[in-house]
């Protein structure tokens, strides 16, 4: 695990939009694993400039995103499907049939979360998943308790989770009770990861996450048995680390 605790928000997404970058120049062909929520924002917002001032080509480039709420199509404004066209797809020259994102209305669960395994294994796999993080260390929709060995599957949300992303509802009583979700395994079985958490309010879960002990009642503990990650961190999430941790790992100022 690589540690990079950025000064700000923007210096949290500036470093994560260039390992996107550095991705797709070393592999116009990469297959990218997205989140979606307030976090990855600021990494979306510099890699449509990145697009647009030194012309850097999705035209190659294939997407799976982690999650969607169930019951939600895509033309819905507070659907996953959505958030990505209007944060991301809309502004590159991503093919749209190199867009993909579990569907959130589809009838058969099970057959939804295997057809979708099917894709990412056709595709020859996630080369680079991009993570957030939820207060209570979910990644995707991923909730404590968690089977390690899951993979893209139904999930019952969580109440912590149904509040925190009630911002984005009128209430809390809007926001979906179900999702669907790539599991722990698909996100542990891609070849690079980052996960990306701003606020001191996820400065617990980024806790749990990089020192943590390795449990299932918090599902991004197991990113420290991948072979390959980055946390980078705004000052604010990375409070609760001690500092110790800070001299090991790598630490960038903004
Ligand atoms: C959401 C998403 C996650 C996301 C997390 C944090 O519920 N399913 O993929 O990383 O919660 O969201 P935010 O970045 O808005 O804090």
Known sequence: MRLVITDSYEQMGL??????????????????????????VSMYERLVAVHRTVGLDFSEVTTFNLDEYIGMSPENPQSYHYFMQENFFRHINIKPE???LPDGMAEDMIAEGQRYEKLIADKGGVDLQVLGIGQ?????????????????????LDEETIQANSRFFRDASEVPRYAISMGIKTIMMAEHVILLANGKNKAKAVYQAVCGDVTPEAPASILQLHRDVAVIVDKEAAEL????????YISRKG
């Open 241 to 248: 680390l001690p500092s110790s941790i800070h001299g090991v």
């Open 15 to 40: 470093e994560a939009a260039n390992i996107v970058a550095g991705q797709i120049y070393l592999k116009p062909g990469s297959v990218l694993g997205l989140a979606t929520g307030s976090t990855p």
């Open 98 to 100: 190199n867009v993909f």
């Open 136 to 156: 209570n260390a979910h990644i995707g929709f991923n909730e404590p308790d968690v089977k390690f060995a899951a993979t893209t599957h139904k999930v019952e």
